[in-house]
């Protein structure tokens, strides 16, 4: 049983860091890529980034392209998103999610954490 489990989020002022973990579990994730994403309310989920667990490559959204940077533990088994900059738009639930690889559909998805940015 894979699960994922976010932690980190809170709120924050503007021009604040944070950074979220996504402890991965229930198999070897050598074959997945993991994303993060992010819904705020009323809005669609966004892709944020992603992490290619065996090579180490990474992709962004040009929405955080120079201030989230996305790593990977694997003694740890866990991912992380370090947010710079934080904006008040960053405000949303922030979901991490893997995907089998060649298969582009993500099909674990952990229960995401709040972060909010005040101005």
């Known amino acids: 049983q894979v699960q994922l489990v976010e932690s980190g989020g809170g709120l924050v002022q503007a021009g604040g860091s944070l950074r979220l973990s996504c402890a991965a579990s229930g198999r070897t994730f050598s074959g997945y890529v993991m994303g993060w994403f992010r819904q705020a309310p009323g809005k669609e989920r966004d892709f944020i980034g992603s992490i290619t667990w065996s090579n180490g490559r990474i992709s962004y959204a040009d929405s955080v392209m120079g201030r989230f940077t996305i790593s990977r533990d694997s003694a740890k088994n866990t991912v992380y998103l370090q947010m710079n900059s934080l904006k008040p738009e960053d405000t949303a639930r922030y979901y991490c999610?893997?995907?089998?690889?060649?298969?582009?559909?993500?099909?674990?998805w952990g229960q995401g954490t709040q972060v909010t940015v005040s101005s």
């Open positions: 999610a893997a995907r089998l690889l060649p298969r582009l559909k993500y099909d674990y």
